[in-house]
């Protein structure tokens, strides 16, 4: 049966009319949906966050209470997508994303997904804004400054303060229409850190966080088992496939060792047997206490001299960029080196060495009620407390004991003086400083823990040559030999004061960016990681 051509349009103009109609009453409703969002928000933001109504308060009145992370359609917009993507990315910055709350808000998502009716949408809207709002103020403060508020139990360093009005910021931000870009800034930008938490994102994708520990003794005590116990473990840790041959395991394990601030020798020794028990989730969280702890730093300056203690290294850096790089020894763990903010004051060539009492009473005066030429052949000079001259073969050492102990102890300098030919001098508590040593053997060690608390520094003439050039100085490194083939003490000043930073970071990276993770020598990280992970 065929309709006439009439009644064909009368329908179809029925059915267009009909869709016409059925469009405006939507648009209405859409802008309707917006203005009863936006009083309800306005009424409600602050409700049941009552901690935080205060800075709430004081964004949102900064922005006429607009919505920053929901849209018209009462969804997360783009910058409200991005910003979750960051709250549950946040193991790549050291961060926990529970502390952000991080599955209420994805349950807040889905629920807002999933809900029709309008005044229950609204109110899971509102909810969620808030939310991020929260998260962002709590997020941004632990970036720039930190996840622990009281250290003093952990670092005897000052920490920085912290003065970001974080309402205003955002605010700012927000104008700038560059939220989530200023929000990661908050960082420190200090190139170690910046260049360890791209380190930390590296380390992720290759690792599962597995908290599966395989227990690994060295090669002396069963070769055998060492070797099955290592296989498992580098496994374990993504250095080595199941299917890999003896060639891959010999360089899967001196890259680990590489890796770990080990010799990479492919040898199973006690300390590689140590970093090869532990877990992937504990290097981890190595990882994680580390960037907390540059988060407490102060600024640094561009032009320093840095000493990183559990790396055993010293580095100058100028303009921030590292330029010259030597071995150290450390303090023992009974003698901790203990860290350090200071400047570089002066140099000595051919220093006298002022033994310290303790050293004097414990060490030495043992050593001489044992060999009576002990004193004459190693320099030592003995004096009364009123600095006279005493000569040591008219001392009886068997009568001398810790409460009788009344003398004051200097070594001559000189090649075998405990301090070498040169000592740096920077101002601090502890009578701390660099020096060259006599004893060159221990920085051939993995492990370099051996000094009384000062730093003995490899190659410390050319350090000391590198640090009068730096520093313009009228003496130079022929200046040094001169005094001592004078076998004269000779203080150097300087003036422009190289910055000196002696820290505690188990954490650094190589050029690409792969974290090396150091052996925690005085068992700091320890205490750290039970706050941060409530262990």
Request: proline share 3%; glycine share 2%; net charge positive.
């Amino acid at each position: 049966m065929k309709f006439p051509l009439y009644f064909i349009l009368i329908v179809f103009g029925l059915v267009s009319c009909t869709e016409i109609k059925d469009s405006k009453p939507s648009l209405i409703s859409k802008i309707d949906l917006v203005n009863k969002f936006s009083v309800n928000f306005k009424e409600n933001y602050s409700n049941s966050f009552q901690v935080n109504n205060k800075v709430l308060d004081t964004f949102y009145s900064l922005i006429s209470h607009k919505s920053i992370w929901i849209n018209d359609s009462l969804q997360l917009n783009d910058r409200g997508e991005n910003f979750v993507k960051i709250l549950s990315n946040a193991l790549e910055y050291g961060l926990d994303p529970k502390n952000y709350s991080i599955d209420s808000i994805n349950t807040s998502i889905l629920k807002l997904q999933r809900t029709k009716e309008i005044k229950n949408r609204i109110d899971i809207a509102t909810l969620l804004e808030k939310q991020l709002t929260i998260s962002y103020f709590n997020f941004g403060k632990h970036l720039n400054y930190g996840v622990i508020e009281n250290i003093d139990s952990l670092t005897t360093l000052t920490r920085k303060e912290f003065n970001i009005d974080l309402p205003k910021y955002l605010d700012d931000s927000y104008k700038k229409d560059s939220v989530i870009y200023y929000l990661l800034k908050l960082q420190p930008q200090h190139e170690m850190y910046q260049n360890l938490q791209k380190g930390l994102e590296k380390y992720l994708q290759n690792s599962s966080l597995s908290k599966t520990k395989n227990k690994v003794i060295g090669f002396r005590i069963d070769s055998i088992q060492s070797y099955d116990q290592t296989r498992k473990s580098l496994i374990l840790h993504n250095y080595l496939n199941k299917d890999s041959n003896e060639l891959k395991f010999d360089e899967a394990l001196k890259t680990f060792q590489k890796e770990h601030g080990l010799k990479p020798d492919g040898i199973v020794g006690k300390n590689t047997a140590i970093a090869l028990s532990k877990s992937p989730y504990n290097y981890y969280q190595s990882a994680t206490v580390s960037l907390e702890r540059w988060r407490w730093k102060q600024p640094w300056k561009e032009h320093y001299v840095f000493v990183n203690i559990p790396s055993y290294r010293l580095k100058i850096n100028l303009h921030d960029t590292l330029k010259l790089e030597y071995n150290v020894v450390v303090g023992k763990l009974r003698n901790k080196t203990p860290e350090i903010y200071s400047k570089l004051s002066y140099l000595v060539a051919y220093p006298y060495w002022h033994v310290p009492k303790s050293i004097s009473v414990n060490e030495i005066l043992i050593k001489a009620q044992k060999d009576s030429s002990y004193m004459n052949r190693n320099s030592y000079e003995v004096f009364t407390k009123q600095r006279e001259r005493v000569n040591t073969e008219l001392i009886n050492w068997d009568d001398i004991n810790r409460d009788n102990f009344n003398f004051y102890i200097r070594q001559k300098g000189g090649s075998s003086n405990a301090l070498g030919l040169v000592k740096f001098i920077f101002v601090n508590k502890y009578s701390i400083y660099l020096h060259d040593t006599p004893t060159k053997y221990h920085f051939q060690r993995e492990l370099r823990a051996y000094s009384h608390g000062c730093v003995r520094v490899q190659d410390a003439l050319d350090l000391a040559k590198n640090i009068l050039e730096y520093d313009d100085n009228q003496y130079t490194l022929d200046s040094i030999y001169t005094y001592v083939n004078k076998q004269r003490e000779k203080k150097m000043m300087l003036e422009k004061k190289l910055p000196v930073y002696i820290q505690y970071i188990t954490c650094e990276t190589d050029r690409n960016n792969t974290i090396i993770f150091h052996h925690d020598i005085y068992n700091k990280d320890k205490d750290l990681v039970k706050l941060m992970f409530n262990n």
